[in-house]
């Protein structure tokens, strides 16, 4: 089964950035959409940007403009690059990823375990 490790997160000061990492191994299968979502203590998870296996991003409004997220296929591995951070950023980041499995000819999500942002200000 697919496993998505995330790392890069951690304390930063208003106006500082961070980049996230998610390393995607032990999939049998090929990785099709891998995506950031964010959770912040008592709020519901939310998408933060997603990209393609192609490379087409998409970024949710509060975030457009401040945070890329990026992608190498061969490392099977996504990135996000926050910069000017804000207290409102602060939550537990996870990486997502849909997993297209040929011989069931399924689609899968897969969850990382969540890496913790903290923004002071």
């Known amino acids: 089964q697919l496993q998505l490790v995330e790392s890069g997160g951690g304390l930063v000061q208003a106006g500082g950035s961070l980049r996230l990492s998610c390393a995607a191994s032990?999939?049998?299968?090929?990785?099709?959409?891998m995506a950031w979502y964010r959770q912040a203590p008592g709020k519901q998870r939310d998408v933060v940007a997603s990209?393609?296996?192609?490379?087409?991003?998409n970024y949710e409004d509060p975030v457009k403009g401040r945070f890329t997220i990026s992608r190498d296929n061969g490392k099977n591995t996504v990135y996000l690059q926050m910069n000017s951070l804000k207290a409102e950023d602060t939550a537990v980041y996870y990486c997502?990823?849909?997993?297209?499995?040929?011989?069931?000819?399924?689609?899968?999500?897969?969850w990382g375990q969540g890496t913790e942002v903290t923004v002071s200000l």
């Open positions: 990209i393609t296996s192609r490379g087409t991003t």
């Open positions: 032990g999939s049998i299968g090929s990785i099709d959409t």
């Open positions: 997502y990823a849909l997993e297209y499995i040929q011989y069931s000819g399924r689609y899968y999500t897969r």
